[in-house]
T-cell receptor, first 113, second 115 residues
């Protein structure tokens, strides 16, 4: 089945460490997105990408960077992790003409101590 | 600044009852209003969506009611079942130049349907 996968699924790290979260998809979608989910705040957009040459900031990009290595791969990096980046992180994809549907991966639970 | 406000934060409904979740938005530039359902340990998945020129959309037991003048919309789950227990997010979608969409999510409602 065409799918969106995220690795790792769980990660515990320490303040100041660099960490990368990876997303791969077999849906053939051009658009990819990174969100973080926090209790009581819903999902907030960190970055999104139209294709390998296009990266756009979302509403909460500070402290994060991304890399679109290929159409199917979109990575999120925390250059120097801090405790308030502890959250559930989701990758999502959509077709170019999609009006409202995004397809989400299973999430990565990140804890920064 | 929360552009899409959602209530209640949590909801407990008896099996067979009606679950109602409400959302309000501020930006009139949104062009679709989807609802996403999330089960524990999973990512959100699209449940149902409505355009702003339609007042109601029904799919099975799920209905969206939309009030454009009040900038409010709601999800009604009829005959609620224990399998409907999940977190529900309303969202507002804005089409992006070049294709794709940008979703602004509400804060989520944790629904529990009791036997």
């Amino acid at each position: 089945d065409a799918d969106v996968t995220q690795t790792p699924r769980n990660r515990i790290t320490k303040t100041g460490k660099r960490i990368m979260l990876e997303c791969s998809q077999t849906k053939g979608h051009d658009r990819m997105y990174w969100y973080r989910q926090d209790p009581g705040l819903g999902l907030r957009l960190i970055y999104y990408s139209f294709d390998v040459k296009d990266i756009n900031k979302g509403e909460i990009s500070d402290g994060y960077s991304v890399s679109r290595q290929a159409q199917a791969k979109f990575s999120l990096s925390l250059e120097s992790a801090i405790p308030n980046q502890t959250a559930l992180y989701f990758c999502a994809t959509s077709v170019a003409g999609g009006r409202y549907e995004q397809f989400f991966g299973p999430g990565t639970r990140l804890t920064v101590l | 600044q929360q552009q899409v406000k959602q209530s209640p934060q949590s909801l407990i409904v008896q099996k067979g009852g009606i679950s109602i979740i409400n959302c309000a938005y501020e930006n009139t530039a949104f062009d679709y209003f989807p609802w996403y359902q999330q089960f524990p340990g999973k990512g959100p998945a699209l449940l149902i969506a409505i355009r702003p020129d339609v007042s109601e959309k029904k799919e099975g037991r799920f209905t969206i009611s939309f009030n454009k003048s009040a900038k409010q919309f709601s999800l009604h789950i009829m005959d609620s079942q224990p399998g409907d227990s999940a977190t529900y997010f309303c969202a507002a979608s804005k089409s992006l130049t070049g294709g794709g969409n940008k979703l602004t999510f509400g804060t989520g409602t944790q629904l529990k349907v009791e036997l």
